[in-house]
């Protein structure tokens, strides 16, 4: 509390104030008997002497433009402008006194009572820059902000990452810190914890199928494709490409499959081979009446049923004979039979392809068999089986589509009985254009 009667706007009224030490004489007897000094009085309550306010009591305490101001024991009569007169700091300015103020330190007068001096927005703290100033009722404490922690008069940033708060990386930062997560994963609700993140429903870019795994996901192709090198992207298997998948004929890819084409005439056989159509059996054919449908590989030939050429005469559906009674039979083989068959493309060779067989063999006879005629003989030979049978042999590769006409003659030697005849069996070989 400061002296009274010091400035120099407390110019004459300082003569009342009255300033003594409070007695209060606590007495044994039942009969309470207690004395105060001069403005104070006894407060039966607290068991004290009581300040008087003799502003209040005291009609016209101050006269003229005094304004009474009550004090302990005593009162004041001041100026009416000395109370809104701030006090300069007597530290800053030793050599101008403030103003007197009544209040207990940490308060200040306002009107006729004592108001709390907010010293932090005063500036009249000594909190240092990194503390925060908090007023309270007539004084004020210095606070570190959330976050730091007072070491000596300094506000210390707190390291929270020493302590583990983050499940996966801790970032500190002045007066707070932050976690975050290994990529693949989010920060949970309470700010601490990761949790997966499903990127396969967050727009991950498998073009296919895509599988969430804890902390990434993978990226899988349907059959038929294959995962290219970004990791995402399915890219169509060519599995024409693949031994595995070889086709006979064509291998057609297409997006996540393929197939299996056969060339025309020919017709798949299961997934991969392909297998002769006999149109002859299915009625494709378009041969007449009077021919006969062969099939061959790839195709059909309508031959005719009546071959017979002059001086041949027809004796049955595929023979024709030359009567003896005919002169110009005199050199010709007695009989001609008509045959067909079809082979495939680039066979192995030597290769069997047909077996002549005689009907029937007199005693003594003996038959011998040769290629009397053909387009080209050099591709075939002839094998002696026996006297009876030989065989026909593919003697070279050969690729179609070609055609053969060849005559087998079997001459049919008896020399007991000086007889000879000759039978000619005319075979028509069809190679096919592929090696199926
Ligand atoms: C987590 O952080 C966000 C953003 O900073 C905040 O809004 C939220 O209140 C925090 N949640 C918890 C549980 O701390
Ligand atoms: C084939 O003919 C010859 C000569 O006539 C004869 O010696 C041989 O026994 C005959 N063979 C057969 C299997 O008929």
Redesign the pocket.
């Known amino acids: 509390m400061k002296s009274g009667c010091v400035t120099v706007l407390c110019v004459c009224a300082c003569v009342s104030v009255l300033v003594r030490s409070t007695i209060s004489e606590p007495v044994t007897e039942s009969h309470t008997y207690t004395e105060c000094t001069d403005g104070y009085q006894w407060d039966p309550q607290t068991q004290h002497c009581k300040d008087v306010n003799e502003c209040e009591t005291i009609a016209d305490a101050c006269k003229g433009e005094m304004k009474c101001f009550n004090h302990y024991g005593g009162y004041l009569c001041l100026p009416r402008s000395a109370s809104v007169i701030p006090a300069p700091e007597p530290a800053h300015t030793p050599t101008v006194p403030e103003p007197f103020n009544p209040c207990p330190l940490g308060y200040e007068p306002q009107g006729d009572s004592c108001v709390d001096v907010d010293e932090c927005e005063r500036d009249e703290h000594d909190c240092q820059p990194s503390q925060q100033c908090i007023n309270t009722q007539g004084a004020f404490t210095c606070q570190c902000p959330d976050g730091y922690r007072k070491v000596g008069t300094e506000c210390i940033d707190i390291d929270e990452c020493r302590y583990r708060y983050c499940q996966h990386h801790c970032v500190n930062v002045p007066g707070s810190f932050s976690c975050q997560c290994e990529p693949g994963f989010q920060l949970a609700g309470n700010n601490r914890s990761c949790i997966d993140v499903n990127e396969c429903e967050m727009g991950a870019p498998c073009t296919q199928r895509c599988y969430n795994t804890y902390g990434t996901f993978m990226c899988r192709c349907d059959q038929g494709y294959e995962l290219g090198p970004d990791g995402f992207t399915c890219n169509d298997l060519d599995e024409c490409s693949y031994s595995i998948y070889h086709c006979q004929h064509q291998c057609v890819n297409q997006p996540g499959k393929f197939y299996c084409e056969c060339p025309e005439g020919y017709q798949l056989l299961g997934t991969r081979l392909c297998q002769d159509v006999n149109e002859c059996e299915t009625g494709e054919h378009q041969c007449t009446e009077s021919q006969m449908c062969v099939n061959i590989h790839g195709r059909y030939q309508c031959v005719d049923t009546n071959r017979c050429q002059e001086p041949y005469v027809q004796l049955s559906d595929n023979r024709c004979i030359c009567p003896a009674t005919k002169p110009a039979c005199r050199d010709l083989p007695y009989s001609i039979v008509n045959r067909y068959m079809s082979i495939t493309s680039e066979r192995s060779v030597p290769s069997d392809i047909f077996q002549i067989q005689a009907t029937s063999?007199s005693s003594?006879?003996?038959n011998t068999f040769r290629i009397r005629s053909g387009d080209d003989n050099s591709d075939f030979y002839i094998r002696q089986i026996?006297?009876?049978s030989a065989m026909l042999v593919l003697a070279r590769a050969v690729t179609g589509p070609k055609e053969y006409t060849l005559d087998l003659e079997m001459l049919s030697v008896n020399p007991l009985l000086s007889y000879q005849t000759s039978s000619v069996l005319r075979l028509s070989v069809y190679v096919g254009p592929h090696t199926f």
């Open positions: 063999l003594g006879a003996y026996n006297n009876i």
